[in-house]
Structure formats: structure tokens, C-alpha cells
């Protein structure tokens, strides 16, 4: 179904500062980092938007959330705290359509987003 640059990072076609991995989700730094700390999450299995989601991809999505929470206190900035975003098609600002969550970290964050 839908293959993109992120399926070819997950089959190591081309490289990746990757910084995570399990059995369903890959984790890697993104290519223009928005703050300090900017790491894409990943489910191995393509899933093209959140629209195209079912019930089936419940538990992979829990598991992209734990990965990034994981991870995030693994690397000592969990208690300051960090963003986790998930952009939906045009008005959402996606630009690869294969599900990933942003996490960002190393600055305060502004709110509303832009
Ligand atoms: P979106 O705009 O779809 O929410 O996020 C896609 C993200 O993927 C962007 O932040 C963009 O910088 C990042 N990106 C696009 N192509 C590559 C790539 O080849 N390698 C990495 N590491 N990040 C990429």
C-alpha cells in the first residue's frame, strides 16, 4: 500500500540517525529538527493518515505513545517535558503519509501552534 521514504528508512535503503527500535516501531531523528530534540516514531507496518486507522491499529498506536514516553525518559528530559504531534493530511500539515509521531523536546513549547 503506501510506500515512502519512511519504508525505505525502516528497510535501511537509505540512512537514518535512528535512536529507537522494537518489534513494531522505529524511531529516528528528523531531517529539520524543530528543537533541540526532534524524533520521529514510527510504526513499522504503513499506515498512510490517522484517518486510515481502525480499531485493529489501537495497540500500535498505544505503542508509538509508550515508545516516545519510553524514550523520552530514557534520555533524561521526561520530567521537563515534552510535545508529542501528530499531523492529519493538508490543514494538518503532513507531508509523508506514513503515520508518525513528533516528539519534540529541549525547549518550552508555544501554545496555540502555529
Ligand atoms: P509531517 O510534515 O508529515 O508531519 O512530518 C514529516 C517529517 O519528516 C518532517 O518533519 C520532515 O522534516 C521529516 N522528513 C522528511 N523526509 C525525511 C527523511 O528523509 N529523513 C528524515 N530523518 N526525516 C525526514
Known amino acids: 500500500m503506501s510506500e515512502t521514504i ?8 537509505i540512512p537514518a540517525d535512528i535512536v529507537y527500535e522494537d518489534e513494531n516501531v522505529l524511531a529516528f531523528r528528523d531531517i529539520h529538527p524543530q528543537a533541540p530534540v526532534h524524533v520521529l516514531f514510527i510504526p513499522k507496518q504503513p499506515v498512510p493518515t490517522l484517518n486510515d486507522a481502525t480499531p485493529a491499529h489501537a495497540e500500535l498506536l498505544g505503542r508509538l505513545m509508550l515508545a516516545a514516553a519510553g524514550w523520552a525518559k ?19 500539515g503532513q507531508t509523508v503519509f506514513h503515520i508518525h509521531l513528533h516528539l519534540l523536546a529541549g525547549r518550552a513549547m508555544h501554545w496555540p501552534p502555529g
Open 6 to 13: 519512511f519504508s525505505k528508512i525502516i528497510r535501511r535503503e
Open 74 to 92: 530514557s534520555q533524561g528530559f521526561a520530567d521537563d517535558g515534552y510535545r508529542v504531534v501528530m499531523n492529519c493530511n493538508r490543514d494538518g
